[in-house]
């Protein structure tokens, strides 16, 4: 009976100090593996959101796609999301009034406009935040790029059904467009 509440109260113990452990952990671990972790996720993320955009223009076209844009973009991007990891998309000159930057995100875009686009790892107090530009292709520009120019009437036409305040127009390939936001929630 003493030996098996030795042994209940030394499991106890073991129990609570491997979880002091886990809380160090989440605390401690570097950048490198929330860069990995991000970049897995982004690709994912983009994965999907291509892949769908792709065969919605191939079946109807343009402006059907962006009918498609603005009904699965935010359900897309949010499938690998879960109760410690957010994802979203971020750009100064938002089509989608929900991606207008906050404060975290205006800092980044600004610190991507003076000193060059590269992933970062930004650190605040409960959350990790992974943040990767987002640039623009050559394919992109059908539906970001200069009306007429890159952008067809018709698409034109549903861009301003959707988004009476689009501010997402007028882009050429190579510029920055926005930024992945996914934000890490420290377990403390
Ligand atoms: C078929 C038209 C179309 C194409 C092609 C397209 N987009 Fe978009 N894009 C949209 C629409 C519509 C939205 C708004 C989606 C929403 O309501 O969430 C959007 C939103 C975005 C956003 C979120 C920020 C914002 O302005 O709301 C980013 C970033 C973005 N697009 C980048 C790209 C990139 C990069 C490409 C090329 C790889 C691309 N888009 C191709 C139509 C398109």
Redo the contacts with the bound molecule.
């Keep these: 009976m003493r030996l098996l509440t030795l042994i209940g109260l030394v499991g106890l113990l073991g129990a609570c100090s491997a979880s002091k452990e886990e809380q160090q952990e989440t605390t401690q671990v570097p950048d490198s593996v929330y860069l990995y972790r991000g970049d897995k996720l982004v690709a994912q993320t983009f994965d999907t959101l ?1 892949n769908s ?1 792709l065969s ?2 191939a079946d109807k076209g ?1 402006p059907h ?2 009918d ?3 009904e699965q ?2 359900p897309l991007t949010a499938i690998y999301q879960n109760d410690s990891v957010s994802i979203r ?3 100064a ?4 009034p ?2 207008r930057p906050d404060s975290l995100e205006m800092a980044a875009l600004a610190d991507f406009i003076v000193n060059g686009p590269s992933t970062k790892i930004i650190r605040t107090r409960d959350q990790v935040h992974y943040i990767k530009p ?4 050559a ?2 520009l ?3 790029g200069v009306p007429d120019e890159n952008i067809k009437p018709e ?1 034109l036409q549903a ?1 301003r059904e ?2 009476p305040t689009d ?2 127009i007028n882009y050429a390939e190579g510029d920055l ?2 930024i992945w936001h996914i934000a890490f929630t420290l377990k403390r």
Aim: glycine share 2%.
């Design positions: 291509r955009l919605a223009i343009f796609a962006i498609f844009c603005n973009a935010y998309r971020a750009s000159r938002f089509r989608n929900n991606n987002i640039m623009m292709q394919m992109c059908n539906c970001h698409t861009i959707r988004y501010q997402a467009r926005g």
